[in-house]
């Protein structure tokens, strides 16, 4: 029971540090200087659409005892390979972003060179792949940093001051909405390969059949709401900083979140809370992306850690060569929340297959939230676009 409960706490934080990366900092500030109190709904109606989508995404993948790529290739032929190119495509793109973040958090902690400090978090991160157990590093690894970031942003709502009955009452009733804040945060946190980060980690600890359905839905649970918690809290800290009159600096916005909050020392706070929330970025990315390639050859599989190594190198040279990524991270995340309805469609199509999924039957309830996350996304999407 300790080593599932480990596995399930470990894949939870997995899925929840992959989201909360340098771009998940970057939108929530900039969506919550547009819409100040009512970005509080957009943030819930986030939160019910992750819900609904790691219910039926871990539960399917879990159940099933296969990764999404193998369901998406027995369902029909060639359909694994097309996900599997989004997902690794979307996951190098994110992981550029993630190395410039971690540089930058690293400069702000220390004055290092932001080149430098990606080298040195990129070695940091390629280290947890070189243990024998680099499954159980990477969950102590995602834990300890992800229960870090959850104290710094505590730290800085609490004194930023935030008006919080008017948050709370916005957050159920809000005064504006917008579309493409919706969507590029659901992209941000459940869309491309963060939807897949703890239920394939879940299947490599082990843990699959139906037996064990109560435990994979506490863990899918568990890592939503500590994404919600983090954002929500760097959403209220954010929201006392702006309505205080402060000025946000447009290149850097949640660095000046954090140096208005807790001046000088606030930047080294700011350097170590994005340092973590790149860093362990960096390594569900990896992780995940090369989980999408692993049943392809019987060799991907057995130099997997390698080739997870060879993911971050290539991610940081893109970086060092090419340089400024950030910009792509908004319009990645966005994209992202394209690929999410795609491969939810593909899962929700594999779990009615009698062959695929053996005697199981996935709930009605969970396979109705599932596509009205499908449409809902696709209207989105196509609205933006």
């Known amino acids: 029971m300790s080593k599932n409960k480990n596995a399930l706490l470990g894949a939870a934080f997995l899925m929840a540090t992959s989201a909360v990366g340098p771009g998940f900092l970057t939108q929530t500030t900039v969506f919550t200087e547009k819409l100040a109190t009512s970005f509080g709904f957009v943030i819930l109606l986030s939160i019910l659409i992750d819900l609904a989508v790691q219910f039926n995404i871990w539960q399917i993948i879990t159940v099933s005892g296969k990764r999404a790529q193998d369901l998406a290739n027995e369902l029909l032929p060639g359909l694994g390979y097309l996900l599997a190119f989004l997902i690794v495509a979307g996951g190098l793109a994110f992981n550029i972003g993630n190395v410039a973040g971690a540089g930058l958090g690293m400069e702000a902690m220390t004055g290092v060179s932001v080149e430098t400090g990606a080298i040195l978090s990129a070695a940091i991160a390629i280290g947890i792949f070189l243990f024998k157990e680099a499954g159980k590093a990477m969950d102590s690894f995602a834990k300890l940093l992800g229960f870090v970031m959850i104290a710094l942003i505590l730290y800085v709502a609490f004194t930023s001051h935030p008006p919080l009955g008017s948050a709370i009452h916005h957050t159920f009733f809000p005064e504006k909405f917008d579309p493409i804040a919706t969507l590029t945060l659901v992209g941000g946190t459940v869309g491309g390969y963060i939807s897949f980060a703890g239920a394939h980690r879940l299947l490599d600890s082990g843990m699959r059949g139906e037996t064990a359905l109560k435990e994979v839905n506490r863990g899918a649970s568990t890592g ?154 696709l209207a989105m999407g196509f609205n933006v676009f």
Request: aromatic residues 10%; proline residues 4%.
């Open 224 to 377: 939503i709401l500590i994404t919600a918690l983090i954002r929500y809290l760097l959403f209220l800290a954010t929201l006392g900083i702006i309505l205080a009159g402060a000025s946000i600096n447009p290149d850097n916005p949640s660095a000046s979140v954090f140096e208005n909050a807790a001046g000088s020392f606030g930047k080294q706070l700011f350097g170590l809370m994005i340092w973590a929330a790149a860093i362990t970025s960096v390594v569900g990315a990896a992780y995940t992306s090369i989980s999408f390639l692993r049943s392809f050859h019987p060799l991907i599989e057995q130099y997997q850690s390698s080739i997870t190594i060879v993911f971050i190198l290539i991610s940081t040279v893109i970086f060092l060569v090419v340089g400024r990524p950030v910009k792509v991270l908004v319009f990645v995340g966005t994209l992202n929340g394209f690929v999410l309805p795609i491969a939810l469609a593909i899962l929700l199509v594999a779990s009615r297959k009698q062959r695929l999924m053996g005697s199981y039957r996935h709930p009605v309830l969970l396979q109705a939230a599932g596509w009205a996350v499908v449409l809902i996304l």
